[in-house]
């Protein structure tokens, strides 16, 4: 069975650094591009940053380009992401998956595949 487990989120400073750790089973982890999201109460889930199967593309949402990377163990069935430069903005529970197992109503939370997500939270 699909499984996700994030960890490393916390209380933070504005322009501080936290480095998130996702643990997936329950699949082949190496044959799937890996993706973080995060989501707002009340608002959509948003796509963060993805990284293919071996690491060779990463692609970054706009808004964390520069600040965030991604990467991936495929022998540790482990994906992170390093935040760096961290701003009130990124305040959101953050999620790991597998963008072709999410489903199509991602956006909504929706989907059989999800972890229970790690709360980053940036406050002076």
């Known amino acids: 069975q699909v499984h996700f487990v994030e960890s490393g989120g916390g209380l933070v400073q504005p322009g501080g650094s936290l480095r998130l750790s996702c643990a997936a089973s329950?699949?082949?982890?190496?044959?799937?591009?890996m993706s973080w999201y995060r989501q707002v109460p009340g608002k959509e889930r948003e796509l963060v940053a993805t990284i293919t199967t071996v690491g060779l593309s990463r692609n970054f949402a706009d808004s964390v380009k520069g600040r965030f990377a991604i990467s991936r163990e495929n022998a540790k069935n482990m994906v992170y992401l390093q935040m760096n430069n961290l701003n009130t903005d990124d305040t959101a529970v953050y999620y790991c998956?597998?963008?072709?197992?999410?489903?199509?109503?991602?956006?909504?939370?929706?989907?059989?595949?999800w972890g229970p997500g790690t709360q980053v939270t940036v406050h002076s």
């Open positions: 998956g597998a963008p072709a197992l999410v489903g199509a109503d991602w956006r909504r939370g929706q989907g059989d595949y």
């Open positions: 329950g699949f082949t982890f190496s044959d799937y591009a």
